[in-house]
Structures are given as C-alpha cells and as structure tokens.
C-alpha cells in the first residue's frame, strides 16, 4: 500500500513484539462495535485519481476562463510566483505549529516579521500569528472587548455581510454578549453617525467599523467618530482590506484599539473562499487579551537572537476553559504566504498596488454607470468595490454569464432594500479587454 | 552527526540598505481626512533577498520530510505531493466563493461526496466541512448542542464534561459555547470512571467530550456503556476525532454512540500543517442534529449540485464562505488514493507502529508505561525515573532528540502522566525509522546527563530564554527599534 511501508513487514514486527494478528491489536475494541470493512471503493493510483479530478476541475470555471467581477470582500489579486514558490518548501508547508523553537527558528522568526508588518500596516503595536478568516476575527474581537471592559454590547454597522453577522452571533452567544446594528446613510453608504451616537451606551463593550466597508465606500468620518467614542469610551475595532492600506491611513492613526481583516488578499490564491487569513493586531495595552499564537524576539543560552512562541498562559493549552480563545492551528501556511507577499512589494509596492486598486475601481464605475440603466448606488468614495442598481439584476447577471464574464455580487438576497442592485469588484488582474468586454455586455444587455 | 543549517539570518527590516527616506505623493481623489501622509514603512527589498531570506528560513526549519514527526495527537503524516498539485490548479484555486454554480459544479461535487465519505468512515449521518480547524470543530459541535436543546426546550443544560486527558482546546471550546466545564479524574486504567461520570452527569448536562481513543492512547472499551449513561441522562455524546487515525475500518464513532464527531483533515487525512494550519474540521452529526448544522448545505438535484441556505433552524454561519476548500479537496484526493481498504490499513500499520515502538522501550526499563498495557497509534511514556535517577526531565529528553536530527514527541501532556513523552509515529514511517527513534531514545536515557540536560547543541539555537520572552515581549520590529537591553550576536 502506498504512504505505508511497513505494510510488508506486517507479520515480523507483530512477532517481534509477542503478537500474531493485527485484530490483537484491537481486541480492545468490544467486538459488538467492531467493522470489518468501510463501504468504500478500493484505493485508485496516482494517475488514475489524477485523471478523475481533471473530469471535476473541468467541470469548474477558474477566473481565468470566466473573468469575474464580483465584490463581496474576496478578490482576486496577483501572487508573484516568489510567494508560490516559498510556501512550496516542504520544510514550512508539512511543519506542525513551532512548539519546538529549536526545531522552527525558521518558521518563527517569519511568523515575527509577519506580526512586524502586520502592526505597520493597520498601525497597531502587535499582531497575532493569524486566525481562521476575517469573519471569525470579528467574532473573536468582540469577545476580546468585553475581556477588557467586562462591557456586554457590540456595535456593528448594518451594512456589513450577512456571513460576518451570522458568525459574530455565534461567536458572541456564549458570552452573552448582545449585537446592535447601526443603520447605514442611504445617500452615501457611510455609517449613520448620529444613529451610531444613539447606539452606544455605557455598556458598550465596543464599536465595530469597517474601511472601506461592505459596499465598498470609504467611511470617511473617521475624526468625527473616534470623537464621539471619547464619551463612553467603548474599544475602537477597525475591519480593513490590507490593500487599502497602501493608499489610506492605517486605523491606528483614527482611534482604533483593534485592527482586524481578511488578509487572503495578501499572496493567497481565491480557494473558493477558503484557506483564509484572519488579521487580528491590536495595541499594546490589550496584548495580553489578545486571541492567537504571538512569537516573540528572545535570546537562547548564549545570548543568540532566538524566536518562540510567547505568553502562553492565554491560550488553550495551558489555560483551557480558563483561555482567551479555543484556537489551536490557525493559518500558518497563508500568514508565511502574506509575509512573503508584502516582502516581495515592500513599502513602494503596496502604496502602487492600493493606487492602481483605487484607480481601476474609480475608472470601471465611471465606464459602468455611463451606460444608461445603471446607477451608482451610493455617493461616497469607493475603493475598488461598489454599488451598481440597474432595472433587472438577475437578467444582467445571466446574460453575462452566458457571454463569458462573471458580473458583479447580486445584493438582494441579503439586502433586500438594495434590489437589482449589484456590488462589482475590480482589482490590478483585470485587464483592459476584460473590463471593454464587460462593458460593451452591459450596454447590450441595457 | 546531526547538525541543523545554520545562519544568521537578519530580520527584513535589517536587509534593507539605509536610505534617505523618499517623499510620499499621495494618491489622488481620495477623502482628504483618510489620506495616507507617509511611505508604508515595510522593506523595499530585491526579489533575489526576499528568496535568500526565506529560503535560509526554511532550511532553519523541521517538517516532515525532514524526518519522523511523532508529535502525540497530532498525526504527523506523510502529506502527497499529488494532493498538494492538484489543489493548486487553476480551476480550484482559482474559483471565487460567489461565483454562479453553474460554473463551480466539479468543487461542488468534490465536497458533496467529501462530507459521504467522511459519514461512511466514522458511522455519521450528516457532515458539514465549515469549520477551519478541530477545535472550530468542537466549538461548532457545542453550538449544535446548544441549538438542540433550545429547540428542545430543555434549556438548563450548561454544563460539558470531560475527562481529564482531554486536550485543551475541549474546555477552551465549551467554555466559549458558553458552557461550565466539569472535568473527571480518569481510573488507575487511564480511562474513563464510569462512577465519576455517574456523578457528574445531571439534568444539567448538554454534553459528554470524549477522545477515544484518549490521549493516552487508550481504547475506551466501556464505550457502549459510557453512550448509555450519557444519553440515559438526556445528554448528548461528543467526539473529538484528533485520533481517528487509530479506528479506520474498525470501528465508528456513529456505532459506538457518539451525537456529534469532529475530525481534522489535517491529521488524519493527511492535509499538511502547514506550520500551524490552514486545517479543517469538518463535523459529523447524528440525525436528529441535522436541522441545526451551518448553513449553506450542498445539496444535489437531479445531476447537478447547489448550495441550500433554506434551514431555518441552523445554527448559521461559523467562518466565512464554506471552510478551507483547499483542506478538503487534498483529503478527497488523499480518500480516493487510499480508498477503504487503504484506510483500513492505515489504522492498522499506525497501531501497529506504535505497539511496536511501545514494546521495545518498555521492556528497555528505561522509560515507563503507566496505565494499561494495550495501545491504539499512541502512548504515553514517562521519564519519572530518569528524573529520579539521573535528573533527566522529559524536556531535557525531547531537546537531546534534536541533537540527533528527530523531531521530539509531544512533552508534558496528557498532564496525568508525570513528565510524559507521548509518541505517535503514524503508518508513514518505515521499521528502520522507527527503530533508530528507539536507539536514539534508550541512548539518550544512558548518555551523560549534563550532555542531555544542557541539549540541544546541534541546532540552529541552543536552549532558549522562554521566560525572558514573556518578561520583556519583543513581538514586532518596532518594538525592537526601542532600544531596550537585548543583545543580538
């Protein structure tokens, strides 16, 4: 059997060791539960599992064959085959989590750099080494605030995804913490500010906003916000997309406590939404709440420069019920992928990439809503996201699709408010002839 | 001689040759109160040094081709390069999570038959593959329960229990579902006391947490009665499936009793770790839990497959989209290699791998055995009498394990066993492998114990000052920017 190679040596090990069948092995196990096989086919070779998966991948549409221009948070961005190449040594991508430091100076002082990065970028003084995607990092976030104010309300604005609501919910349930939506301004699709004013009370644990956020707009009230926290002074959480980081302020300059995001957009290919990369930093004071696996800068017996994982007494395998989060194996693999990544941009390269993200995305609207019968939805400055109402999204989306591109995300499931409306996403990989094509398809279809 | 590759590798931050800093030109059109004033402050290096820099990183770094991995409870196996290939091809990779179904039939058919398979090979009736890891697993398997007893109106139940071999994500998880935690003390035997359970369990209870086998490696051959007290008290029975690994093709947990099952993809069937994830864990149900699972379910009609989100009782979402795809889509091509008689043979040759190992070290007199004799793909062994003896500590044994090129087993846990090594080889190491972990392990407990103690020195660091990392935290660059004492060679 193959990955198996004592699979020969069967019958002399068992000998060896005073045995003379495998079911001795199980005679633990009461015969009363006992199986004799699994209802399965039997195993294929490599090729043979080779060619059926190509019958399956040929049944999907990659971004490469169906241009996509969906919105929704997830898009596809470029990942410089230096960063593919790095998460391919074996030596990291079939490493456990670094509880050996000796054995993981490599993986642990990437993991640092990371965290080095990350906290520039959004701000903050610390990072943690990943959790699970963006959503859970909102959940985990909320949990944390009220491990620091013992405050029992968590503020979102209504407009975020529906995903993200239904995660913090469940994240939140068992601490019996309660979630209060804020409404949206309907003109420009920033967060009401006065109703934000309303909402926050002295139990207030802390305020949840996202930048740019779910519709793709700016929210750009940022001074007048961090303002009106100052009277009940809940925790200040800023959702972000690292790319927009580039070309805005980092949340660390407006007030926020917590940074958090979805960092797949950071060298990590699309999966179909998943492997992902929560991004969760914070500032200094909060560390020692913080959610995670954090490494830290030390120094071995002679006084070497030396990595491992620091302040353990907040996780689960020290701590247990008694640990700031259950989380043991977060997204190694994806963090070392975003480390590489902002290596391989740098400083210069990040501020290019968010420049050209803003460009395309100003430029791909104004092409869109020239075309009569198509809108766009909200006033605010938008990113590379935004909010298009046409007469009939579903007919536009179809005929889209039956021409080769992939429109934008219908928001009516979710919103129902926000009918025919559509939420493209455009990013540094599309090219002129995808964007000219959608949009001589629109003005068809219009 | 082992010696680890060894550099003195700069941080990024130190690569980069000081310049004058260059002035920022602000990108136009955006709101004037986010503008971005200054550069991001992050290396601007040459391709050729960001290689150079993360190559010498991970050759400073043990995975599994480095060689044996045996951390306990961790199934450190063998990871196909054919699984890692394909899910990097474009049409998976490449797919976004709201693309039309129309145009994502093949992944959606992968993960419809994925969650089958993995019903068939633990005894389940349902699955869903949301959660990104096992202890989001156990988190989603407890807010199932929740869901269950609310739609139940049976709402005092707020209580887990758990024996005190369980791993910590088990507490850590009931306790953010919002649930106490009782844990009961194991038998003499290693496993579970049934009157502790007796005594434990109530009207009160919402679920029993069991490992099995436990981490000692023990099989909990009272299972069937342990299912019957449990769900006799109305309670529900959960099943931390990190040691699958050892029951495949012999026995189910569905079988056996258990409500709710959690399995790791990433241990038992074979996804890379990846340093510390992306995993999955993906969670089984029984029946009459199936309303609750998290919703979108993959459903198929006639030939073609789609999402489902019209379950009203769900529990909702527990991570964005529908979990790690490139997780699952390794261990659906890792299933199909195998198949069920591979599977099966899995279980064996990693039971017998580690019966093997047991054996020979037990009978050396140098390390003990406590609790039973008979063990599934792990064991725990314990170092009390080379402490006793030599001073030797089951740290010190692991560090020294280093010195000769083997990663160390996992130390110190479960925290019953005094100065434990719990050692899994997994089926992916060959006799020859095992057999010098064996020599190196009854060498080390007979070499000089100053050598041992002061272990390793063959690596890229020698010992390092964990208590000072906590004591002075330099978790970013910036931090060390501050100058504060720290001394770098």
């Known amino acids: 059997m193959q990955f198996i190679p004592n699979s020969p040596l069967k019958q002399a090990m068992l000998k060896d060791i005073k045995l003379h069948t495998i079911d001795d092995l199980f005679s633990d196990i009461p015969q009363k539960i006992r199986i004799k096989d699994l209802h399965l086919p039997n195993g294929l070779s490599q090729q043979q599992v080779e060619e059926q998966l190509r019958k399956l991948a040929a049944q999907n549409k990659s971004f490469c064959e169906i241009p996509s221009f969906l919105g929704g948070g997830v898009k596809s961005h470029y990942i410089p085959a230096a960063v593919k190449s790095i998460i391919s040594r074996s030596e990291f991508y079939t490493a456990y989590t670094p509880y050996q430091p000796e054995a993981s100076q490599g993986f642990l002082q990437a993991i640092f750099e990371y965290q080095s990065m990350i906290a520039e970028l959004t701000g903050m003084d610390v990072s943690n080494a990943s959790l699970y995607d963006g959503a859970t990092a909102v959940g985990e976030a909320a949990l944390m605030c009220t491990r620091i104010n013992r405050r029992k309300t968590f503020v979102i604005p209504a407009n975020i995804s529906w995903e993200k609501k239904s995660v913090l919910k469940n994240y939140t349930k068992g601490a019996g913490i309660t979630v209060k939506e804020v409404a949206y301004d309907k003109k420009t699709g920033t967060i009401d500010i006065e109703d934000l004013q309303k909402t926050i009370d002295t139990d207030t644990a802390g305020v949840y906003l996202e930048n740019p956020n779910f519709f793709g707009v700016f929210e750009d009230r940022v001074d007048e916000i961090q303002k009106l926290l100052q009277k009940n002074q809940p925790l200040f959480v800023v959702g972000v997309d690292p790319i927009s980081l580039g070309s805005i302020k980092s949340p660390g300059q407006y007030g926020a406590d917590i940074v958090i995001g979805e960092g797949k957009s950071l060298g990590n290919p699309l999966d179909f939404g998943g492997s992902t990369l929560g991004i969760f930093a914070c500032k200094n004071e909060y560390v020692r709440q913080i959610p995670g696996r954090i490494i830290g800068m030390t120094k071995d017996q002679e006084g070497k420069r030396a990595f491992c994982m620091t302040m353990q007494t907040r996780e689960q395998h020290i701590r247990r019920e008694k640990a700031t989060s259950n989380i043991c194996t977060n997204e190694g693999l994806c963090m070392l992928a975003s480390a590489t990544y902002l290596s391989c941009l740098g400083g210069k390269g990040i501020q290019e990439l968010s420049a050209i993200n803003f460009e395309r995305g100003q430029a791909l609207e104004k092409k869109i809503t020239a075309i009569p019968g198509f809108t766009k939805m909200f006033s605010g400055v938008h990113f590379n996201e935004f909010v298009i109402r046409c007469t009939d999204a579903k007919k536009v989306h179809r005929y889209l699709l039956q021409n080769g591109v992939h429109g934008g995300l219908l928001l009516e499931p979710w919103y129902p408010e926000l009918q025919n409306c559509m939420l493209f996403g455009i990013t540094e990989l599309h090219g002129e002839t995808s964007m000219e094509r959608l949009v001589s398809l629109l003005k068809e279809v219009a | ?489």
């Open chain 2, 1 to 489: 001689m082992y010696r680890s590759a060894v550099y003195d590798e700069p941080l990024l931050k130190e690569l980069e040759e000081q310049h004058e800093k260059e002035r920022y030109t602000p990108t136009a059109g955006l709101p004037s109160s986010l503008q971005r004033t200054s550069p991001v402050n992050i290396p601007n290096l040459d391709e050729t040094q960001v290689m150079r820099h993360f190559f010498h990183l991970s050759q400073m770094n043990y995975g599994i081709e480095s060689g044996i991995y045996p951390l306990g409870s961790c199934t450190m196996k063998y990871n196909p390069k054919i699984c890692e290939e394909i899910s990097r091809w474009e049409q998976f990779a490449l797919l976004h999570p709201s693309q039309d179904e129309s145009t994502i039939q093949g992944t959606l058919k992968i993960m419809y038959e994925l969650e089958r398979l993995l019903a068939e090979i633990t005894g389940m009736d349902h699955f869903t593959l949301q959660p990104a890891a096992g202890a989001q697993g156990e988190f989603t398997g407890l807010l199932l329960a929740r869901a269950y007893y609310e739609y139940n109106k049976d709402c005092n139940r707020d209580e887990v229990i758990l024996p005190d071999t369980s791993h910590g994500t088990n507490p850590a998880s009931a306790s953010m579902a919002g649930y106490h935690v009782i844990e009961i003390p194991s038998t003499k035997e290693g496993t579970v006391d049934l009157g502790m359970l007796k005594k434990a369990l109530s009207e009160k209870t919402a679920c029993f947490m069991l490992t099995n086998p436990n981490t000692l490696g023990i099989f909990e051959s009272e299972i069937v009665d342990i299912a019957r007290l449990v769900h006799r008290a109305g309670a529900l029975l959960y099943y931390d499936g990190a040691n699958m690994n050892a029951i495949m093709g012999k026995a189910r947990p569905g079988d056996m009793g258990f409500d709710i099952v959690h399995l790791n993809l990433h241990k038992t069937f074979s996804t890379p770790h990846g340093g510390g994830g992306p995993g999955s864990g993906p969670v089984g149900v029984k029946q009459k839990l199936e309303r609750f699972l998290p919703v979108p379910r993959i459903v198929k009609k006639q030939d073609t497959y789609g999402f489902c989100y019209d379950y009203p009782d769900s529990i909702g979402k527990i991570k964005a989209a529908y979990g790690n795809v490139s997780a699952m889509l390794k261990a659906y091509i890792y299933i199909l290699l195998m198949g069920g008689n591979g599977l099966k043979e899995t279980s064996e040759i990693a039971v017998l791998n580690a019966n093997y190992m047991k054996k020979k070290l037990v009978d050396s007199h140098l390390y003990e055995l406590p609790y039973k004799e008979l063990r599934k793909h792990e064991f725990v062994i314990s170092c009390e009498r080379l402490l006793n003896t030599k001073g030797i500590r089951a740290l010190d044994v692991g560090k020294r394990l280093l010195d000769y090129g083997l990663h160390p087993p996992t130390v110190y846990f479960p925290h019953i066993v005094k100065e434990a090594l719990m050692i899994e080889p997994t089926e992916s190491e060959s006799k020859k492998t095992l057999d010098i972990y064996i020599d190196t392990l009854l060498r080390i407990a007979q070499e000089n114990p100053e050598l041992v103690k002061s272990a390793p020195h063959n690596t890229v660091v020698r010992r390092i000052d964990e208590v000072g990392a906590v004591k002075n935290p330099i978790l970013t660059w910036k931090t060390l920017e501050k100058p504060k004492e720290m001394t770098v060679k």
